[in-house]
């Protein structure tokens, strides 16, 4: 049987220095996790004894709060159920410099959460991603999940220009302008995808540091489904490619049907210049329509283009608004 507060990490965390004036919450969305989430909590607390942490319940229906409640965890509810809407609800209540966002299931190492925290605040950086590394049991990390993490985090490499590692990494620190500007619009675990490519659009400095992955507590069961929830996180990427790159999207849709037009085309224009007739009129017409419907999309990518680019530009200027934590303390204006 696993040892629940070994997994948590409540080992004496490293000496690193976090201003005192820094406020720090701790944000752990749960559910069912009447096993395990007490250990998160004291492991949370032994690593950050300054923080404040937050069990967000998101309608449990075993002991989760009760067992939160005991080791000493503020205790907020959201009822509409999906990690999304938890961490939403959890970034518009919660005022703090620091947020460190992780799971109440024990897989995460709590005792590097210092490490993070001052990594976010030395480098001057919006986000600091935990990026896992399966702690012996290659139960802990699915070869399945693993590829699909490395997929994704190619594919918005390739749409976003970003290097990040471990795109479904549920544990990260981050900076109260991250939080402040971000829209958090996904529902379910689709949201670290959603964070990854708001952070990487805006152009916000990120960083990883490894972190051990370790296999859930026993009792304990996951909430992901890798089929469901993988087509969800396709749809969003899809989604957040038309927010954020629109051009790309509708250039690639034109090219594709000018492609299509023109392989049905040419042969009628052909036969037109060898005989001087259209006998094939129906293609002709099909291929005209094609034609027309290229030109569409391509000035649809244009127009929203530009509104895409205004809307990113209106993101950027709020964000550049908040203030931003000194990294001795205190708050200060945008750097």
């Not at 290097?163 to 990494?169: A, G, N, P, Q």
């Not at 419907?293 to 550049?320: C, D, M, P, Q, W």
């Amino acid at each position: 049987m696993l040892n629940a507060e070994r997994l948590v990490g409540t080992a004496a965390p490293a000496a690193v220095a976090i201003p005192d004036g820094i406020r720090i919450a701790v944000i752990l969305p749960c559910y069912n996790e009447e096993v395990a989430i007490a250990g998160v909590v004291r492991g949370f607390r032994t690593a950050l004894p300054n923080a404040e942490i937050y069990v967000f319940d998101n309608a449990s229906s075993d002991r989760t709060i009760a067992n939160a409640e005991t080791a000493g965890a503020v205790i907020r509810t959201e009822l509409a159920r999906g990690k999304g809407n938890v961490v939403r609800r959890a970034f518009a209540d919660v005022d703090a410099d620091v947020y460190v966002l992780a799971d109440g299931d024990g897989t995460y190492d709590a005792a590097r959460a210092p490490e993070l925290i001052e990594r976010l605040l030395q480098g001057h950086f919006e986000m600091v991603v935990g990026v896992r590394k399966a702690d012996r049991s290659a139960d802990a990390y699915r070869a399945g999940h693993r590829f699909g993490n490395w997929l994704f985090s190619r594919s918005l490499k390739v749409l976003f220009h970003g290097e990040l590692t471990d795109v479904f990494s549920g544990y990260r620190v981050l900076s109260r302008r991250f939080v402040k500007s971000f829209p958090a619009l996904s529902e379910g675990f689709e949201i670290e995808t959603e964070l990854t490519a708001h952070a990487l659009r805006l152009r916000l400095p990120i960083d990883e540091v490894e972190t051990r992955y370790f296999e859930r507590v026993a009792g304990t069961e996951s909430k992901l489904s890798t089929i469901r929830d993988g087509f969800r996180i396709l749809w969003t990427v899809l989604l957040l490619t038309k927010q954020y790159r629109p051009f790309l999207l509708y250039g690639l849709l034109a090219a594709a049907l000018a492609i299509l037009s023109l392989a049905l085309g040419m042969p009628v224009v052909e036969e037109f210049l060898e005989t001087g007739l259209v006998p094939r009129l129906p293609t002709a017409l099909l291929a005209t329509g094609i034609m027309l419907l290229a030109g569409l999309s391509f000035v649809t990518g244009l127009v929203l283009h530009s509104i895409s680019r205004n809307a990113i530009e209106t993101k950027r200027l709020f964000y550049l608004a908040l203030p931003v934590p000194d990294a001795s303390g205190g708050s200060r204006g945008a750097r």
